[in-house]
């Protein structure tokens, strides 16, 4: 079974930016299309972007398009989400979903 984990998440202020990596246990990782969603205080889940297998095909929710942008290194078996422009309500626990599988998240804390 895939596993996924995911790291960079920290506090950072507002306009300031993170790199989140989600890195598969295995090489089926390249086979999958991978989802990064998110989960803010007190929020529901949210998805925030998606990747094809490939990495040729990506989708982002409106609430984080032209700030955020997901791509990804099969041969490191790894996706990334480059997040510019933070806000206030980018906060939250961010997790990659891939394979049937979920990781652990990695907070993201947008704070002044």
């Known amino acids: 079974e895939l596993q996924l984990v995911e790291s960079g998440g920290d506090l950072v202020q507002p306009g300031g930016s993170l790199r989140l990596s989600c890195t598969g246990s295995d090489t089926s990782f390249s086979d999958y299309l991978i989802n990064w969603v998110r989960q803010g205080p007190g929020k529901n889940s949210e998805w925030v972007s998606t990747?094809?297998?490939?990495?040729?095909?990506?989708t982002y929710a409106d609430a984080v398009l032209g700030r955020f942008t997901v791509s990804r290194d099969n041969d490191k078996r790894t996706v990334y989400l480059q997040m510019n422009n933070l806000k206030f309500e980018d906060t939250g626990v961010y997790y990659c979903?891939?394979?049937?599988?979920r990781g652990q998240g990695t907070q993201v804390t947008v704070s002044s």
């Open positions: 979903e891939g394979g049937g599988s």
């Open positions: 990747i094809t297998s490939g990495g040729i095909g990506t």
